[in-house]
């Protein structure tokens, strides 16, 4: 089951999947500016948390290999603007900030090694494009033991839940929560996956449910409201969702919808789990009331498609929830699947070595 894939480094530039314009058309468009990158991230047009740590390695690495520094100085201080840049463009996704912090020490580790020559400049450029495309590689391989390990807390028939898109177009591998399911269905699980649409962005309906359909793998798309009606009476077996940002408590924020959700599985005594990597971890952070919400613009919940459903009134749009580590029945990384008391569990797992 091979997975789309909505991004890339290739000799031309950096190449997204336009995820905007999914499902009517598949769009890719070619990015030579690290600057075009970034505000790629910004207005969505590559999301999930997965991908968009990717995506700002991979911008950073074409910032820095465009630059014009003629010694280490210059180049530090433009890759120090690079970054500002990456960091200004989602608040919430943790991913993010791993990616330019990696990218810091990498530059640091070299810079230290290097001269402070034309020569150190174009060393630097080229080992920042290869730590790029390694992020993007183990992102692909923890897509893969998340999938493995997650597999087996899946149902064999029956249905599971999901929330928004968290797989391969949110990872640029085969997905978390996806990854799950489709690593399941591989190894012979039968289950339908109920995919409620996610307003008011419609990642659900627009994203997981292409992506399912492209897989062959049956589906019902629901509006949000019936989630609660097919906890109770639609033989779901599990939930399995995404991650933005976890806190050491186990504390999870994931897309706006989520927590509702979690509230509603464990009346329903249905199983609720979390499917992230290691980098999705902020273990700085003691709970989840210490996570940033991103509040995006008011007309994606005023208007769909470009045209107003509501009146002209303030409304608000939270991007994301955060769901209590007490309604999670597990968080499922690729180092292996962690249960409470959270504190603990994610801790070791996050020094263990992969």
Not at 33 to 61: L, N, Q, S
Not at 101 to 127: N, P
Not at 186 to 215: I, K, S
């Amino acid at each position: 089951m091979r997975a789309v894939e909505p991004i890339r480094w290739t000799s031309d530039g950096v190449v997204l999947l336009d995820q905007r314009r999914l499902p009517g058309e598949e769009i890719h468009h070619t990015y030579t500016d690290y600057r075009d990158v970034a505000k790629a991230i910004k207005d969505m047009e590559i999301r999930g948390a997965p991908a968009i740590g990717v995506a700002a390695a991979m911008g950073i690495a074409l910032g820095v290999q465009q630059s014009k520094a003629k010694d280490l100085r210059e180049l530090r201080a433009d890759f120090a603007n690079i970054c500002d840049d990456f960091a200004c463009t989602r608040p919430t996704a943790v991913d993010l900030f791993w990616a330019i912090e990696r990218f810091k020490t990498r530059f640091d580790d070299l810079a230290r090694s290097s001269d402070a020559g034309d020569g150190s400049v174009r060393k630097i450029q080229h080992a920042l494009v290869d730590e790029a495309q390694k992020v993007h590689q183990e992102r692909r391989d923890a897509d893969e033991r998340i999938g493995r390990f997650g597999a087996e807390l899946m149902p064999k028939s029956g249905r599971v839940m999901t929330q928004c898109n968290a797989g391969a177009l949110a990872t640029g591998g085969i997905g978390t929560a996806l990854g799950v399911i489709r690593t399941a269905v591989e190894n012979g699980a039968g289950f339908e996956v109920l995919v409620p649409e996610t307003r008011p962005y419609l990642q659900g309906a627009r994203l997981t449910a292409w992506e399912l359909h492209h897989d062959g793998i049956p589906l019902t798309l629901i509006t949000d409201n019936m989630v609660g009606h097919f906890l109770k009476t639609g033989k779901v077996g599990a939930v399995v969702v995404g991650a933005d940002r976890i806190a050491r408590n186990g504390d999870t924020a994931n897309k706006i919808g989520t927590y509702g959700i979690a509230v509603l599985a464990r009346e329903h005594n249905v199983p609720f789990y979390v499917a992230a990597p290691i980098s999705t971890l902020d273990l700085k952070l003691a709970s989840g009331d210490e996570i940033p919400i991103e509040e995006r613009s008011q007309e994606e919940v005023t208007h769909l498609a470009g045209k107003r459903i509501s009146p002209d009134v303030r409304a608000a749009h939270p991007a994301f929830d955060v769901t209590p580590s007490r309604l999670i029945a597990a968080i499922i990384t690729e180092r292996g699947v962690a249960r409470a008391p959270y504190e603990d569990s994610l801790t070791k797992l996050a020094r263990a070595h992969s």
